[in-house]
């Protein structure tokens, strides 16, 4: 079982859209971090959030930390094809520094 | 230039080869990992090391074997290449800090065939 869910697995839209992907768990995480990966390069961190409520954004992307810290959601407004990759949500546990990953919502933006 | 190499990009080996992949960093990160990225199961952490000298089992750590004599450097070996181990493989690293949460920053992957 994952340990943190993402939804959904899979997403095609047009151009304009916009579109919300889920980062959901059960625990209590002191840390969530997204990452976006190109086709053939590491992934890339795109921000993290640490306290419950946090609403960050990043040009076109909001993320929003749940006010339980169980949860996030990462919201891009008029999407565009430079967007298309594989989003990944991450997290760190209070009682571990190891990071908890998501299996990813692969995201393709259609022109 | 400053940042996280791996090498070789790509490898294809016959089943019972030893093969090992090279990481190297320029930031001096205390930590270093290494992952493997199969799909349906994301990313999954098979060694890390806190330090030179310090490494550490992941989830998947069986048939690979880690060393860390230099700080900058972080290099995976496949003791005997099995077909299961074909994936392609990231090496990371992060810096610990007071308030750190393991932020990691990835190389660009070795994808790895084992016929």
């Known amino acids: 079982t994952q340990l943190l869910e993402q939804s959904p697995q899979f997403l095609s839209i047009q151009e304009g859209e916009n579109l919300t992907v889920y980062c959901n768990s059960s625990?209590?995480?002191?840390?969530l971090q997204w990452y976006r990966q190109e086709p053939g390069e590491g992934p890339v961190l795109l921000v993290t959030?640490?306290?419950g409520g946090e609403v960050k954004k990043l040009k076109r992307l909001t993320f929003q930390f749940g006010d339980a810290r169980k949860d996030s959601s990462l919201h891009i407004t008029a999407a565009q094809p430079g967007d298309t990759g594989l989003y990944l949500c991450?997290?760190?546990?209070?009682?571990?520094?190891?990071?908890?990953w998501g299996a990813g919502t692969k995201l393709i933006i259609k022109p | 230039d400053a940042g996280i190499t791996q090498s070789p990009r790509y490898k294809i080996t016959e089943t019972g080869r030893q093969v090992t992949l090279m990481c190297h960093q320029t930031?001096?990160?205390?930590?270093m990992f290494w992952y493997r990225q199969d799909l349906g199961h994301g990313l999954r952490l098979i060694y890390y090391?806190?330090?030179?000298?310090?490494?550490d089992k992941g989830e998947v750590p069986d048939g690979y074997v880690v060393s860390r004599s230099k700080t900058e450097n972080f290099p995976l070996t496949l003791e005997s290449a099995t077909r299961s181990q074909t994936s392609v493989y990231f090496c990371?690293?992060?810096?610990?800090?007071?308030?750190?949460?393991?932020?990691?920053?990835f190389g660009p992957g070795t994808r790895l065939t084992v016929l």
């Open positions: 990371a690293s992060s810096e610990w800090e007071e308030v750190s949460y393991n932020e990691q920053f």
């Open positions: 090391s806190a330090a030179a000298d310090i490494t």
């Open positions: 930031w001096s990160h205390s930590y």
């Open positions: 959030v640490v306290t």
């Open positions: 625990s209590v995480f002191s840390s």
């Open positions: 991450a997290g760190t546990l209070d009682s571990n520094y190891q990071l908890i």
